[in-house]
């Protein structure tokens, strides 16, 4: 599919998540945010606090996609390692930010100690982004925001910064169908031939009552996917096609 | 952590997860399954139905983990490659598995067609893992298991072939504290270092009343989890200490 957005992907860190102790919804929240700006997500990965891992999995990342958004492990424990991490994929040095560091003396007050501190160690070249409704900025190394897996403050970083993502809205038609997905393999595979810059997905249901096969019609040119759409809606079995949208 | 086990990971396909259509459910399944069968999970990728990311991704995961579960993208329409992406990451040829192709033409009969015999397209050299449960067999290529996104023959698959991933059991214990992280991360660091094969594991709850910390400490050698149990017991303030488990 012809697109030219820039491309989005999520890394979320913790063994918690992995081990099944504690349900994930940052990337949920996420999903849906990117969703309603219009910035393609084309990843999500969950992976351990573990250096090498770290490591290995953003080195890879990090030139595949436009943005990336990293959630979790910024804490003063052991475990937390995603800055140490981002630094050695990157072959940046980890070095005391004092701005950063500041804000944290500031919020953390009489609680401030060496761990704490630690966590103003950042990869070297680090943008700290400040917004009024935050005690402690969001940092940014290269295309990797960088945010904590507290659900409530995480929430409260992305929302400061997510208009600075914002994409062109993009056009969405649907087709809800009672037809096999073999039945109409061929119309989809001609349409996503005759028309680029379009996507077609179709998402079957088989402990559904209501239809069988949901056809979704995508993509950023709306003339061009409203003709997608009448292409499919003449071309299925008439009997089969239960509503659209 | 010192950790004989076998590490698995699980690559869910589709769009739809990643364009927020679909809430996906079938990873949070398995890892919560994973979790009973002991075998450590380390990895979740989610990406796009698109051959060329399926083909980069497998190649990169292939070598790094035990076992992978693949979900999703393998039935009739266009934008099921799954296993053309498995294939091609695995240098391996698309042959007609004429096995699985019955399968199909036994569960369809007169719903079959060339579409749904595409699914019969497998990378050269799976595997077909039978089960009297099951209708289609559980496809196995090298260490991948690929199991279809819909749900509810997700889990009945899965279900199927379960038992052979099964390991020996571990301890965990849990401290549930009043403290704060920055309080408590030397002694954590120091029982790492002092315990190995011993994982501990420290989650913030800022927005929970009933504690702050859980720290969590885990490992196969249950003596081993015990004594690292005990130091950390007795080396956190006595009076942040709420309840163990």
Not at 7 to 18: C, D, K, R, S, Y
Not at 222 to 231: G, L, P
């Given at each position: 599919?012809?697109?030219?957005?820039?491309?989005?992907?999520?890394?979320?860190?913790?063994?918690?998540?992995?081990?099944?102790?504690?349900?994930?919804?940052?990337?949920?929240f996420l999903v849906q945010e990117l969703r309603e700006?219009?910035?393609?997500?084309?990843?999500?990965?969950?992976?351990?606090?573990?250096?090498?891992?770290?490591?290995?999995?953003?080195?890879?990342?990090?030139?595949?996609?436009?943005?990336?958004?990293?959630?979790?492990?910024?804490?003063?424990?052991?475990?937390?390692?995603?800055?140490?991490?981002?630094?050695?994929?990157?072959?940046?040095?980890?070095?005391?930010?004092?701005?950063?560091?500041?804000?944290?003396?500031?919020?953390?007050?009489?609680?401030?100690?060496?761990?704490?501190?630690?966590?103003?160690?950042?990869?070297?070249?680090?943008?700290?982004?400040?917004?009024?409704?935050?005690?402690?900025?969001?940092?940014?190394?290269?295309?990797?925001?960088?945010?904590?897996?507290?659900?409530?403050?995480?929430?409260?970083?992305?929302?400061?910064?997510k208009e600075r993502f914002r994409q062109p809205p993009f056009a969405l038609k649907k087709i809800y169908t009672?037809?096999?997905?073999?039945?109409?393999?061929?119309?989809?595979?001609?349409?996503?031939?005759?028309?680029?810059?379009?996507?077609?997905?179709?998402?079957?249901?088989?402990?559904?009552?209501?239809?069988?096969?949901?056809?979704?019609?995508?993509?950023?040119?709306?003339?061009?996917?409203?003709?997608?759409?009448?292409?499919?809606?003449?071309?299925?079995?008439?009997?089969?096609?239960?509503?659209?949208?």
């Open positions: 599919m012809a697109d030219s957005r820039p491309i989005a992907a999520i890394v979320a860190i913790g063994n918690e998540i992995l081990s099944g102790k504690i349900h994930e919804t940052n990337a949920n700006l219009g910035l393609p997500l084309k990843g999500i990965f969950t992976i351990p606090d573990e250096l090498p891992v770290l490591k290995t999995f953003f080195a890879f990342l990090q030139p595949r996609y436009d943005v990336i958004f990293s959630i979790g492990g910024v804490g003063p424990t052991h475990d937390d390692v995603t800055f140490a991490g981002i630094a050695q994929a990157l072959g940046l040095r980890l070095v005391r930010n004092e701005e950063f560091a500041t804000s944290l003396k500031t919020f953390y007050r009489d609680q401030v100690n060496d761990y704490i501190l630690k966590m103003a160690d950042l990869p070297a070249g680090a943008e700290l982004i400040r917004d009024p409704f935050l005690n402690i900025p969001v940092v940014r190394v290269s295309n990797i925001y960088i945010l904590p897996g507290d659900p409530t403050i995480f929430k409260k970083k992305f929302l400061a910064i009672s037809l096999e997905e073999g039945d109409i393999a061929a119309p989809m595979a001609e349409a996503e031939r005759r028309f680029p810059g379009v996507a077609i997905g179709s998402y079957p249901r088989y402990d559904h009552a209501e239809y069988k096969v949901l056809v979704t019609i995508e993509g950023k040119d709306r003339a061009q996917v409203e003709r997608a759409y009448q292409f499919l809606y003449e071309t299925f079995p008439r009997a089969g096609i239960l509503r659209t949208e």
